[in-house]
């Protein structure tokens, strides 16, 4: 356990709106990822952060925006849900020293009507 | 373009059978391979491997890497249904903060 917690686990959401996930760490990771996971296509990697204010895209970040404004919280936002954005969306942080894996939060299950 | 290829997609086995998950990759400056299991919930870590470190075992799983040939494989041996999950494979890039994820293994194991 990597001390990460997402929030909410849940979603249902209507086309159009705004949505935030949250991401909360409580062991000072530098590095943190959204990640979203749809069938036949695997973990697929929207954003990542490699330090407070410092973000980058990854493959899929069209339509999804990040903040990351204290070491703990990695904000992931779609400014205008989609239905193609319905999804299990997982965040995760890098291990720190010579173990360099990745440890994933619990997820959250955003439905986009 | 990086990528991460698995196969097979998906498997079915029974109770006491050994099986073999395989992970190609084509990546630029590779540094580590890492494998995780997946049930209905986030991926759990097995094993990383890297250029010093090319064979891990952990109880029935074992894995090892083959840099030269640019793939890995998992093997779980004596197989449970408890086994019974989604397999992923990642390749850690160097000069990156990336890790490119593979399609994953669903594996299925009947009593």
């Known amino acids: 356990d990597a001390g990460i917690t997402q929030s909410p686990r849940h979603k249902v959401t209507e086309t159009g709106t705004p949505v935030t996930l949250r991401c909360h760490q409580t062991?000072?990771?530098?590095?943190m990822y959204w990640y979203r996971q749809d069938p036949g296509h695997g973990l697929r990697l929207i954003h990542y952060?490699?330090?407070?204010?410092?973000?980058d895209k990854g493959e899929v970040s069209d339509g999804y925006s990040v903040s990351r404004s204290k070491t703990e919280d990695f904000l992931l936002t779609l400014e205008s849900a989609t239905s193609s954005q319905t999804s299990v969306y997982f965040c995760?942080?890098?291990?720190?020293?010579?173990?360099?894996?990745?440890?994933f939060g619990p997820g959250t299950r955003l439905l986009v009507l | 373009e990086d990528k991460v290829v698995q196969s097979p997609l998906s498997l079915v086995v029974h109770e006491g059978d050994t099986v073999t998950l395989n992970c190609s990759y084509e990546?630029?400056?590779?540094?580590?391979l890492l494998w995780y299991k997946q049930e209905k919930k986030a991926p759990t870590f097995l094993f990383m491997l890297?250029?010093?470190?090319i064979e891990k075992k952990s109880g029935r799983l074992s894995s090892i890497l083959d840099k030269k040939e640019l793939f890995s494989i998992l093997n779980i041996t004596a197989t449970q249904t408890g086994d019974s999950a989604v397999y992923l494979c990642?390749?850690?890039?160097?000069?990156?903060?990336?890790?490119?994820f593979g399609t994953g293994t669903r594996l299925k194991v009947l009593a």
């Open positions: 990642a390749v850690h890039t160097s000069g990156t903060y990336k890790y490119i």
């Open positions: 995760a942080i890098r291990g720190q020293g010579s173990v360099e894996t990745q440890y």
């Open positions: 062991e000072n990771h530098r590095y």
């Open positions: 890297t250029s010093s470190g």
């Open positions: 990546v630029t400056n590779f540094r580590s």
């Open positions: 952060s490699y330090g407070v204010k410092d973000t």
